[in-house]
C-alpha cells in the first residue's frame, strides 16, 4: 500500500509540473526578439521530414518576429510534394526569406532549382551550381512518356509562374526542367536566376543590408547590419521524420510491414510480427506521401490504443504495451507537428499514459495469472490441519472450515498437510515437508 501511495504521488507531482510550470517556459522561449536573422540549414533530400523541418522554421521566425530567415541549401532534389510544401511556405512567408545556395561545393539541384528561385532574395557561394530540374520517378528511374509530358508540362509552368512573379528568368528555369542544364553561381547571376553571390553568410548578411523586398504588395527594407544569428537546428522529431522519409528506410519499412502481416496472418498468435508489421507499413505510407503526417500520427496513435486493450485480453509478457508505446510516442510526433505542442510537454504525456495502461495490462496479467482465492478451486496449494487421524480417510481443518480427506498415507492428528487435489467434496492431501 505504502509503495502505490509513492506512485501515485510522483504521478501527481509530474503532472501538477507539467500543468503549471512548463507553460512559464514555453511563454519565455516565445518571446518575440528583433534584429534576428533565423538561419535553417537544409541539407540532403528533400523529403516530408525536411520539408516539415523547414516550414516549422519559418514559423519560428515569425513567431520571433525576425527581420529575415535564411535557407542554406544544399540539395540533390526529391519529392515533388515536399519541394511545393516548401515553396508555399516560403511565398507565403510574412518575413522575407533569403535562400543561399551554399557552402562552396554545394549545390540546389531538382526541387532545389525551384525552392531557390521562390525565395525574396536568391544568392549562392562561389563554387555551386543549380539546375537539373528535370522530373524523373523515385529512384532515379525515367517517367513513361505520356505522363513524362503531363509532370514536366505542369512544373515548367509552375517554375515559369514562380520565377516571373519574382522577377527571375522564367524562361531559364524552364530549359532547367525541361532539359536539365545546369550553371555555376556566376552564370546563374548572369542569366538573372539569382540576386548576387556571398562567399559566406556574414558577407550574405552585409551585401543584403539596405535591399527593398516585396512581402505581400508591400516594400520592406532589410537591415541586417549586425544582426544576431540564430541557427534554427533540426529537433528530435525532425531527424526522426527525416530518417523515416528516406526512400531506401522507406522500403525496408515496406518490405518490413508486408512480411509482419503475413507471418501474423499465416501464424495467429505471433504477436511481435504482427505489431512490427502494422506499425512499420503505416510509416512507409507517410514515407511514400501515400497518408499526409496528419492522418499517418491519427492511425498511429489509433493503433496504439488497440494494442493497449489487446495487452489486457491478450498474454503477450508486455509486447504489445511495448509495441503501443513506441507506436504512440512516434504518433504523437507526426500528429501533433503543426500545431506546435512542444516535445518537452508531449513525453512526459505519453509516458503518463503508456505507464498507465502498463500498470493496467500487468495489474490484469497478474489477475490472469494468480490462482483462485476462493471456491473448491482455490483450496489447491493451502494448508491445513489434521483434526483425526488420515488412514487413508480423516478430517482436516482449512480455511476455517472442517474438510473430509484422504492420503496414500497414515497421518496423525496436529500435523499439517498440504490440499494436491479434490475428489468431489473428499480433499485430497500429502504431509507437509518441514
Known sequence: MFKRRRVSRFFIALISFACFFWPVFEIADSMPVKNEVIIIELEGPINPGTAMYVKRGLIEAKKREA????????????????????????????I??????AP???????????????????????????????PVMSGGKEIGKTMSEKIVNDMASYGRGIAKDKG????????????SVSITAQEALKENVIDLTANDVNELLKRIDGRKVNISGSEIILSTADIKKIYFRPGF????LTTISDPNIAYILMMIGLAGIYF??????????????AISLILAFYSFQTLPVNYAGLLL???????????IKITSYGILSFGGLISLTIGSIMLFEDVGVSL????????????????VAGLAFRAFRSKPKGGNEGLIGETGSVKEVIAPEGLVFVHGEYWKAEAAEKIVPGEKVEIIGLDGMILKVKKTVV
Open 67 to 94: 527581420e529575415l530567415a535564411v535557407i542554406r541549401l544544399d540539395t540533390p532534389g526529391g519529392l515533388g510534394s515536399s519541394m511545393r510544401g516548401i515553396v508555399r511556405a516560403i511565398l507565403n512567408s510574412p
Open 96 to 101: 522575407p526569406v533569403v535562400v543561399y545556395v
Open 104 to 134: 562552396k561545393g554545394a549545390g540546389a539541384a531538382s526541387a532545389g532549382v525551384l525552392i531557390t528561385v521562390s525565395a525574396h532574395i536568391a544568392a549562392m557561394a562561389p563554387g555551386t551550381n543549380i539546375g537539373a530540374a528535370h
Open 168 to 179: 527571375r528568368n522564367g524562361k531559364w528555369v524552364e530549359k532547367a526542367i525541361r532539359e
Open 237 to 240: 522529431r525532425d531527424r526522426v
Open 264 to 277: 501474423e496472418l499465416s501464424s495467429p498468435g505471433a504477436i511481435v510480427p504482427g505489431v512490427a508489421g
Open 301 to 311: 496513435i489509433a493503433l496504439a490504443i488497440i494494442l493497449f486493450i489487446l495487452e
Open 344 to 359: 518537452k510537454l508531449m513525453m512526459p504525456a505519453i509516458l503518463l499514459v503508456g505507464g498507465f495502461f502498463i500498470v
